[in-house]
Each structure stands twice: as structure tokens, then as C-alpha cells.
């Protein structure tokens, strides 16, 4: 999937759709939820990020790996976050060796991490380095022999303290954009469940203000029955050219999909037309 995304990005949506088709299942009482939206009115997400940004430490925005729109989205956001202080990038996808020569270097090698092989992960990372980010690494490598539970269990909380000795431990004042893939932003509602996954181990060792932010749900797919039930009726609402951000009359932000309390924010992306093949 990896690869096919180099210029064939929905051969790469369509080929993870087949896979996910088999296990996907959605709540009946899906298209429901648009019922309380009643006092919701769409905002520029880039600008709704950066509004909430400016009283936080920690940004976490995720990725689907399969979806290069993602990385385009994190780059513009890194450039407007860039403007109010934040200046360290930890991906997922860096290895630490990675990390540290493309600082030097200033640029990003095939190497220096793993999704990063796709181009536009590569233009991303390059644009941050260019406009004076800190790459940080903190994916786990390596491991002892535990069951694929415990190694799952493992992974998330070394994330998180990886992050913490790297960039917290060192500078007291840091403001730091973690760009993730999928759950791992995750922070945990009451009761908590079984799996505490990066984000809540970050925000608990830390102590900071957090914003948790995820792009994955809502965006266009080459057939159209794979898509969440709420797409379509969302865009529909809302007529959205660009990314929006939902927010009620009150000032806060409805979280769809059963996901309050485990995340602050989610990204309505467009059906971007296609332009130029």
C-alpha cells in the first residue's frame, strides 16, 4: 500500500477499503448524530486548530497511512503553527538515527524513517526542516519477547516516554506537533479502557494542555459505499470546499462516531475535484 501511493493514491484508498470492508461495521444510529448538530456551523480547520493551539503545549493530529491528503493537510497547519511558537515535529514514522541526520542535513532521506518514502510525507518534512522545525523520533525500536498484546501495550507507553525524555526533559517550554497514525492521539474517557494509548499516556506524563485532533473518518473514497455514513450528509450540511472544523453557538467542538472524550476535534475533509490528472 506503501508504494502504490506514489502516484496512484486512490488505487492505495481502494486497495485498504477492500481489506476493511470485511471487518467494518457501522452503527445503525450513524446518520442520527446529525440530528445534534443543529447549533454547529463549520469553520476553516486550519484556523479553528490554530485558535485552540495558542493556550496548548501539545498538538496531536493523526494520519491514515494510506491517505498522502493527510500529510498535505499536517504541512499547511505545521506552517500556520510554526507562527506561534511550536517548533518541534515528532512523527510516527521516524527512526531516531533518521531524525537526527535530517536535522543536520535539512532535508529528509529515503531512509531517515519509513512512510516518508511517499513524496508527499517527504514535501511535508522537508517544508517543516526548511522553516526551522526540530525533527523528533519517538516510535519504539527494538523489543523484548512479549505476547502481540503486550507488545501492543508496550509500544503506546514508550511512545509517549520517548517523547517526553526527547523533547520535555530537555526543554521545559517546548511546543511540540506529534503527527500520528490513526488511534494512537487517543485520549481516555471514563470508564478507561482496557488499551491506554499514546495520547493519554503523553497527557498524563506530562501534565500539558493537549488538543487532540483526528483527520481520518471523513474524507472522500474512490467508491462511495465505503465511505462513513456521515460523509456525505455532512458535506451536504455544511457545503464544504475547503477543510472545516464543527463548532457549536456555545464555543466547543462536536465529536461524532461515539468518539467524545477521546478526541477534541475532527477534520471534514472536501471532495477535492481532480486537477491536472
Not at 497547519?77 to 517548533?87: P, T, V
Not at 499514546?198 to 465505503?226: K, N, V, W, Y
Request: glycine share 6%; aromatic share 8%; with cysteine.
Amino acid at each position: 500500500v506503501l508504494f502504490r501511493s506514489v502516484g496512484d493514491t486512490d488505487g492505495a484508498l481502494a486497495a485498504v477499503d477492500a481489506f476493511e470492508r470485511r471487518r467494518r461495521r457501522y452503527s445503525p444510529g450513524t446518520v442520527r448524530q446529525m440530528a445534534e448538530l443543529e447549533n454547529a456551523a463549520a469553520e476553516d480547520a486550519i484556523a479553528a486548530i490554530v485558535r485552540e493551539a495558542r493556550s496548548k503545549r501539545v498538538v496531536l493530529i493523526n494520519e491514515a497511512h494510506q491517505v498522502p491528503l493527510h500529510r498535505a493537510f499536517a504541512q499547511r497547519l505545521a506552517a500556520e503553527l510554526r507562527k506561534i511558537g511550536y517548533s518541534y515535529l515528532a512523527c510516527e514514522t521516524f527512526n531516531a538515527l533518521g531524525a537526527q541526520a535530517a536535522n543536520e542535513k535539512g532535508y529528509i532521506a529515503r531512509n531517515n524513517g519509513h512512510y516518508t518514502d511517499e513524496p508527499v510525507f517527504a514535501g511535508f518534512v522537508n517544508a517543516a526542516l526548511a522553516d526551522g522545525w526540530k525533527l523528533v523520533a519517538y516510535e519504539i525500536e527494538g523489543g523484548a519477547a512479549l505476547s502481540p498484546a503486550e507488545q501492543v501495550r508496550m509500544r503506546e507507553e514508550v511512545q509517549a516516554r520517548n517523547l517526553v525524555e526527547r523533547i520535555f526533559a530537555k526543554d521545559k517550554d517546548a511546543k511540540v506537533l506529534v503527527f500520528v497514525g490513526f488511534g494512537h492521539l487517543y485520549k481516555a474517557p471514563e470508564p478507561e479502557p482496557k488499551m491506554v494509548m499514546m495520547g493519554e499516556h503523553l497527557r498524563r506524563m506530562t501534565g500539558l494542555p493537549t488538543l487532540h485532533i483526528d483527520q481520518t473518518p471523513f474524507i472522500a473514497h474512490p467508491d462511495a459505499s465505503d465511505e462513513n455514513p456521515l460523509y456525505a450528509p455532512l458535506l451536504a450540511k455544511y457545503l464544504a470546499k475547503d477543510p472545516v472544523i464543527l463548532r457549536n453557538k456555545d464555543g466547543s467542538y462536536p465529536v461524532l462516531l461515539g468518539m467524545a472524550g477521546r478526541l477534541d476535534m475532527q477534520v471534514i475533509h472536501p471532495r477535492y475535484p481532480m486537477q491536472d490528472g
